[in-house]
């Protein structure tokens, strides 16, 4: 009795537990929908029941001030074109997709965009083919061939409501290929007309793939997890429709609403850059997702984006939207305008330069920056080669290129299968190489970037690349120790000869030293500091460096801002790389006096530079000058702000009248400018290749550094040239860009002469 007892009991229990795990398990699932799953589901009712019409936001535009007429000129803006879209859950229902796309289909077909397609289909199938039989069985369609397949393409594309792939971007540019490539999402991949597609059918969860790929391609979450459900409400059937193709499109859907009723035309933005390469890296771009990429577009992509509004309405069971019932409206706040420092007749005169110097001097790249020293403001950052931001992605464009098998032998691999690179090099010792791209399915079929470098043209060089200053760092390390009252003017050092500085504790030979030398392998004697600068020796600097010390020599540097962010508004900027004295060797410290064994940027080194033009002052760099807030109608204005008070006003003074000596009585004569003193230096610096320093034609970065006018200074200059095969010496190369630049603004200034001749 007791046993049975125990077993009906044992019963109960189960059953109990069973009941327990069924009730937990709709309770969760009724969690899972009502409350997890609460605003998916919600979506799916309202776009079911109401029709929502978005409201884009218009991009904030991208400003220059003109200095003399104060209007502004638009660097980037945005333009306006027709989109023509399908909502295919009413063309299914109504069963018309064959009627509209036979309608509409011969409007909108490009022939010669057809035609470049079919060239290409037809070259690939010629390079294919292996016999004449195979040859002569590749056929050209003809226009009404064409014109038929389009035709179809399109009927397929509005008819299908439950899709098995979904169009989500189109015209991918090649980084955004890149990152989303990277994360080997399944059902979601970029065909060769780089637009990306998703096929729901291979997609395991919506929700995931929404997450990951919503921010990249700038979608909302919960509208793209829809569309990867595989639900289609919204195809797009043509963008940028010409004015008379949308005009031609609008009578014939006003003609017969009812029939048209699931098709309609649409405004969409464009961002327009006018003035095409001007500032291009500078400004950076958009991208095909409509994200700021790069410069001020990437960095001020939430300030010039704005929000996105819509009208949401009740549809009618047709999927019609009614005039009455409940609606919402949420209104677009459009993106804030953002002006900036740079002076277009500046930027104008210094980019028309750059690009002369790389072809006449054969040099990799250049770049220039110009800056009021009293205020902090970039009136001119340029960089070559560049690109346009209107045809970003004609970057990526590649050339097919005739190589001989002694020359693909000679490739250069770098890395795995996966991120293989392969580099053809033109010559060695200097290295000048390009990439070369493999023809996946061509055998012995190669290309390069047709400007050569790819998306490094994107890359602000001003910003982001290092390079040792040379002796450009001079002024600064000869007036840090006027500053300590370490040296003067008049100061004289032994210059007679190289220094040994010895490499190891207890030197035997001549190999154990380093010999610190002059460019030029010339000495002359005793010299002033003054000399030492006009003569740019690195005898004397060196001795300059070692009066100074490890502990002051670090300490003024960093007080010029070495080895810190400017904190000028772009992502990018690099910080330099100076490290702390106690890791310096006797060697090190000694170089570091004339630019050597310290790493800058030049946006950093054109700073520290114009706190020498201004009484010591050291200003912040800044190349926002103010972002006008339309929603608010506020406006947000930056002024000049003061870092430190590097060095005094005496300093200065004796420093600029030793620059100016420089340009007068020195290697740097060339720099003068009729009528008008300039205070200025040269610096020509080494490259290294695997910690190596290199020597010889094609090896150097050159730069020269010039302000003026010399009592009252209103602009610095600092142009640097890459790798010039002519000219490899500052005094050749990058003096005479700088030259011409401030020749020009002088003039642009009006600036009085302050010399007779």
């Not at 970029?190 to 990249?216: D, F, G, V």
């Amino acid at each position: 009795m007791r046993r049975r007892f125990f077993i009906q009991f044992n019963r109960l229990n189960v059953l109990l537990i069973f009941f327990v795990l069924i009730l937990g398990i709709v309770g969760w699932r009724l969690f899972y929908l009502q409350i997890v799953k609460h605003n998916y589901y919600l979506k799916i009712v309202e776009e079911s029941h109401y029709g929502i019409t978005q409201l884009p936001a218009r991009r904030g535009e991208i400003l220059l001030d003109d200095r003399y007429s104060n209007t502004k000129y638009k660097l980037a803006t945005t333009t306006t074109y027709d989109l023509l879209f399908a909502d295919p859950s009413i063309i299914a229902k109504d069963d018309n997709a064959s009627l509209l796309a036979n309608k509409i289909g011969p409007i909108l077909f490009d022939l010669n965009n057809a035609q470049e397609k079919e060239n290409k289909r037809l070259k690939k199938l010629e390079l294919q083919a292996i016999t004449e039989e195979d040859k002569n069985k590749i056929i050209a369609k003809s226009d009404q061939e064409l014109l038929n397949d389009y035709i179809s393409n399109l009927k397929d594309q509005m008819g299908q409501y439950i899709r098995s792939e979904i169009l989500l971007l189109t015209n991918v540019d090649p980084e955004l290929e890149q990152s989303i490539n990277s994360l080997n999402l399944d059902g979601v991949s970029i065909n060769e007309e780089k637009n990306l597609y998703a096929y729901p059918k291979q997609i395991s969860s919506a929700t995931k793939t929404a997450k990951i790929l919503a921010p990249l391609i700038n979608f909302d979450r919960d509208y793209l997890e829809i569309l990867l459900e595989g639900k289609n409400h919204y195809t797009v059937l043509a963008r940028k429709l010409p004015k008379d193709k949308a005009d031609q499109l609008e009578i014939i859907f006003n003609s017969n609403s009812e029939t048209y009723h699931g098709i309609k035309l649409t405004k969409e933005h464009y961002r327009y850059y006018p003035e095409q390469t001007l500032a291009a890296q500078v400004l950076g771009y958009i991208n095909s997702a409509g994200i700021g990429q790069y410069g001020i577009e990437g960095r001020y992509n939430h300030v010039l984006a704005g929000k996105a509004g819509f009208i949401k309405s009740q549809k009618d069971a047709a999927g019609d939207i009614l005039t009455v019932g409940d609606s919402k409206v949420q209104i677009a706040e459009d993106g804030a305008d953002i002006t900036l420092t740079i002076d277009r007749a500046i930027q104008l005169e210094v980019e028309k330069n750059l690009p002369a110097a790389v072809r006449e001097y054969n040099a990799e790249s250049a770049q220039a920056i110009v800056m009021n020293p009293k205020t902090g403001e970039i009136l001119a950052m340029a960089n070559y080669p560049t690109f346009d931001p209107n045809e970003y992605a004609q970057i990526f464009n590649l050339k097919e290129i005739h190589l001989s098998q002694a020359e693909i032998d000679n490739f250069t691999v770098v890395g795995s299968d996966d991120n293989k690179h392969i580099y053809f090099y033109t010559q060695r010792n200097p290295d000048r190489r390009f990439e070369v791209f493999e023809d996946k399915e061509i055998p012995s079929t190669y290309y390069r970037y047709d400007n050569f470098v790819g998306s490094e043209v994107f890359r602000n060089k001003a910003i982001t690349d290092l390079y040792e200053p040379g002796s450009t760092f001079k002024p600064v390390v000869m007036a840090s120790a006027i500053d300590a009252d370490e040296v003067q003017p008049q100061s004289t050092f032994d210059c007679s000869g190289p220094i040994k500085v010895p490499k190891i504790s207890n030197p035997k030979s001549d190999s154990d030293y380093d010999f610190i030398k002059t460019y030029n392998n010339q000495y002359h004697g005793v010299e002033t500091m003054t000399q030492i600068l006009e003569n740019s020796d690195n005898v004397g600097m060196a001795q300059v460096a070692e009066t100074l010390g490890y502990s002051l020599f670090y300490n003024y540097i960093r007080k010029f801002g070495y080895g810190e962010k400017t904190g000028i508004e772009f992502d990018s900027e690099n910080k330099g790389q100076l490290e702390h004295y106690e890791y310096w060797t006797q060697s090190e410290l000694l170089t570091k006096g004339y630019g050597q064994g310290i790493s800058v940027t030049l946006i950093q080194h054109a700073t520290a530079l114009s706190a020498l033009a201004n009484n010591g002052t050291l200003m912040q760099p800044f190349i926002v000058k103010s972002i006008d807030y339309h929603g608010n109608n506020k406006t947000e204005t930056f002024e000049p702000r003061i870092v430190d008070q590097v060095i005094t006003k005496e300093t200065a003074d004796k420093i600029t009248s030793m620059m100016i000596s420089v340009i007068e009585n020195g290697q740097a004569k060339k720099a003068q400018v009729p009528r008008h003193f300039v205070a200025g230096k040269t610096g020509t610096a080494q490259t290294y290749q695997n910690g190596k320093a290199l020597f010889g034609t094609g090896t150097t970065i050159t730069s020269f550094i010039g302000f003026g006018p010399v009592s009252d200074p209103k602009f610095l200059v600092l142009v640097k040239v890459d790798k010039p095969l002519n000219g490899p010496y500052a005094e050749t190369s990058a003096l005479p860009i700088a030259q011409k630049i401030l020749d020009f603004l002088f003039k642009y200034y009006n600036v009085p002469p302050d010399k007779k001749f």
